[in-house]
């Protein structure tokens, strides 16, 4: 790159046109994609005064912006001339990607200071940068200002409002600009699927799907990831069969976000069968694909194939994460294996240095419990860099109480889970248990009348089974074959 500026110099001396200087710049910025290669370009330019020429300075803000922001803003704050709109929307769009979006909404104020009018451009930058600020009343106020400019029936700016006050959690501010737009484009509607799946209302998100379908709009992977993730939190899986279905009958591609979910959704309805067959049939699998199905085997009680899924996905050169490690573990827990459990545990701490979760503790307490080790559970919660959850606790303090190995008990725990969760009956049930093979007869009693005291009871454990669906999902299904 130095070369390059070094042997272009004696020419830009002898030139006298600044379209010819403009072309060779150009040339320059293709070329240039590190900020030291940036950083002589700079020069060049205040060397040879492009930095007065509107269009050029604006694409060199554009370039730079995306390599650097710091040296970007830099560059813009010292132009000499006043800034086009196109560097404006180009430091704002590079704010909004990056960790302080909240600057993005801050230059666009200024923005608006010096008398620059936003464009179509700008407002979906500064809207974006207002959801991932999470900051509810900069949102509105973005809301307002584009309503007031006469952009709110743009339905790019539209589309950036919806998924703003989604993520703000805002939902019904959401589904009011999405009834309010007068043209929904296919992004619109799966932008309110979205919202409603991130706000945890899959049953409104697969009500959205039936108008989808009655409107002639086709859905996209993108909507169809979002409605499989709906059925997935309801347990849905005669419409995510549908989804499926309608997925193989349009010849839809399954790209690795789309395969997941369908795995995902058929391993967490407990057809861990159909999600195997989803998995090994993905020509593209990445990190989550693995952990999904290695999770979802060991909740269906497969542990020995999850141990040998987590051992191909390791030869295929992915590094598991914390939850590819919760996953086996939990596996090692269910089916007793303690030495593995513990080396897979050393393995995730010493080779691949991810700092153990509450999960993976839990997991290692469980799995040390179920076999009967108590002390080796208690010595991992005794260890903890954290104090313990109530899942834990109960976890540890249930397997003494079935154990009988209630001598030397850490009264501790038990007053810990209590302060944790002092409303929940079935916690002063464990504990009375406890005392009472304690021997500690009047501890025992003074819990339980603490319990009636405040109304509580220890609720009985319950399994759901889907009978028959309702008339929306059979709709849903009806218009999806």
Same mark, same amino acid.
């Given at each position: 790159?130095?070369?390059?500026?070094?042997?272009?110099?004696?020419?830009?001396?002898?030139?006298?046109?600044?379209?010819?200087?403009? !072309?060779?710049?150009?040339?320059?910025?293709?070329?240039?994609?590190?900020?030291?290669?940036?950083?002589?370009? &700079?020069?060049?330019?205040?060397?040879?005064?492009?930095?007065?020429?509107?269009?050029?300075?604006?694409?060199?803000?554009?370039?730079?912006?995306?390599?650097?922001?710091?040296?970007?803003?830099?560059?813009?704050?010292?132009?000499?001339?006043?800034?086009?709109?196109?560097?404006?929307?180009?430091?704002?769009?590079?704010?909004?990607?990056?960790?302080?979006?909240?600057? %993005?909404?801050?230059?666009?104020?200024?923005?608006?200071?010096?008398?620059?009018?936003? +464009?179509?451009?700008?407002?979906?930058?500064?809207?974006?940068?207002?959801?991932?600020?999470?900051?509810?009343?900069?949102?509105?106020?973005?809301?307002?200002?584009?309503?007031?400019?006469?952009?709110?029936? +743009?339905?790019?700016?539209?589309?950036?409002?919806?998924?703003?006050?989604?993520?703000?959690?805002?939902?019904?501010? %959401?589904?009011?600009?999405?009834?309010?737009?007068?043209?929904?484009?296919?992004?619109?509607?799966?932008?309110?699927?979205?919202?409603?799946?991130?706000?945890?209302?899959?049953?409104?998100?697969?009500?959205?799907?039936? &108008?989808?379908?009655?409107?002639?709009?086709?859905?996209?992977?993108?909507?169809?990831?979002?409605?499989?993730?709906?059925?997935?939190?309801?347990?849905?899986?005669?419409?995510?069969?549908?989804?499926?279905?309608?997925?193989?009958?349009?010849?839809?591609?399954?790209?690795?976000?789309?395969?997941?979910?369908?795995?995902?959704?058929?391993?967490?309805?407990?057809?861990?069968?159909?999600?195997?067959?989803?998995?090994?049939?993905?020509?593209?699998?990445?990190?989550?694909?693995?952990?999904?199905?290695?999770?979802?085997?060991?909740?269906?009680?497969?542990?020995?194939?999850?141990?040998?899924?987590?051992?191909?996905?390791?030869?295929?050169?992915?590094?598991?994460?914390?939850?590819?490690?919760?996953?086996?573990?939990?596996?090692?827990?269910?089916?007793?294996?303690?030495?593995?459990?513990?080396?897979?545990?050393?393995?995730?701490?010493?080779?691949?240095?991810?700092?153990?979760?509450?999960?993976?503790?839990?997991?290692?307490?469980?799995?040390?419990? !179920?076999?009967?080790?108590?002390?080796?559970?208690?010595?991992?919660?005794?260890?903890?860099?954290?104090?313990?959850?109530?899942?834990?606790?109960?976890?540890?303090?249930?397997?003494?109480?079935?154990?009988?190995?209630?001598?030397?008990? +850490?009264?501790?725990?038990?007053?810990?889970?209590?302060?944790?969760?002092?409303?929940?009956?079935?916690?002063?049930?464990?504990?009375?248990?406890?005392?009472?093979?304690?021997?500690?007869?009047?501890?025992?009693?003074?819990?339980?009348?603490?319990?009636?005291?405040?109304?509580?009871?220890?609720?009985?454990?319950?399994?759901?089974?889907?009978?028959?669906?309702?008339?929306?999902?059979?709709?849903?299904?009806?218009?999806?074959?």
């Amino acid at each position: 790159m130095e070369t390059l500026v070094n042997g272009l110099w004696p020419h830009y001396i002898k030139l006298n046109s600044n379209v010819m200087m403009s !072309r060779q710049i150009q040339i320059l910025l293709q070329r240039s994609k590190t900020t030291t290669h940036l950083l002589q370009l &700079h020069s060049l330019i205040l060397k040879t005064a492009i930095d007065h020429n509107p269009d050029l300075i604006s694409q060199f803000i554009f370039s730079i912006s995306s390599v650097s922001i710091e040296f970007a803003r830099l560059v813009f704050d010292r132009l000499p001339i006043r800034a086009p709109s196109f560097a404006w929307n180009s430091i704002i769009r590079a704010y909004t990607k990056s960790s302080v979006p909240i600057e %993005a909404v801050k230059l666009f104020s200024q923005m608006q200071r010096v008398g620059l009018k936003p +464009d179509n451009f700008t407002y979906p930058f500064v809207v974006k940068a207002c959801g991932r600020s999470l900051v509810v009343g900069a949102g509105g106020a973005m809301h307002s200002i584009i309503v007031k400019a006469g952009f709110d029936s +743009d339905r790019y700016v539209g589309n950036t409002l919806l998924r703003m006050y989604a993520n703000l959690n805002a939902v019904g501010l %959401a589904r009011r600009v999405f009834d309010e737009m007068t043209v929904r484009d296919v992004v619109s509607w799966s932008s309110m699927i979205a919202g409603y799946v991130a706000c945890n209302c899959p049953a409104d998100a697969l009500m959205v799907l039936r &108008h989808m379908m009655l409107a002639n709009e086709k859905p996209n992977s993108v909507t169809l990831v979002s409605l499989l993730s709906a059925c997935t939190r309801l347990l849905n899986i005669g419409v995510g069969e549908s989804i499926h279905s309608y997925i193989i009958v349009n010849c839809i591609g399954l790209d690795v976000a789309l395969g997941t979910a369908i795995l995902e959704m058929y391993s967490k309805c407990g057809h861990i069968e159909k999600a195997l067959k989803v998995f090994n049939s993905l020509t593209e699998k990445n990190l989550q694909s693995w952990t999904i199905m290695i999770s979802g085997l060991a909740d269906h009680g497969h542990g020995e194939d999850a141990i040998s899924l987590f051992t191909q996905m390791e030869q295929t050169g992915l590094q598991p994460d914390s939850m590819s490690f919760s996953g086996i573990l939990s596996a090692c827990s269910h089916l007793g294996l303690v030495d593995e459990g513990q080396t897979f545990f050393s393995q995730m701490v010493k080779i691949y240095n991810i700092r153990p979760t509450m999960e993976h503790y839990g997991c290692m307490v469980d799995m040390f419990a !179920r076999a009967g080790m108590i002390e080796e559970a208690y010595e991992i919660i005794k260890n903890m860099p954290m104090e313990p959850n109530s899942v834990i606790l109960r976890s540890f303090i249930g397997a003494c109480r079935n154990d009988g190995r209630v001598f030397g008990f +850490d009264e501790n725990l038990r007053r810990l889970l209590l302060e944790i969760e002092p409303d929940l009956g079935a916690n002063y049930v464990l504990a009375s248990g406890v005392s009472s093979l304690s021997g500690c007869w009047n501890e025992a009693a003074d819990l339980r009348v603490s319990m009636k005291e405040k109304g509580l009871k220890k609720v009985p454990g319950w399994s759901r089974v889907e009978v028959s669906g309702s008339h929306t999902e059979e709709t849903i299904e009806e218009a999806l074959s």
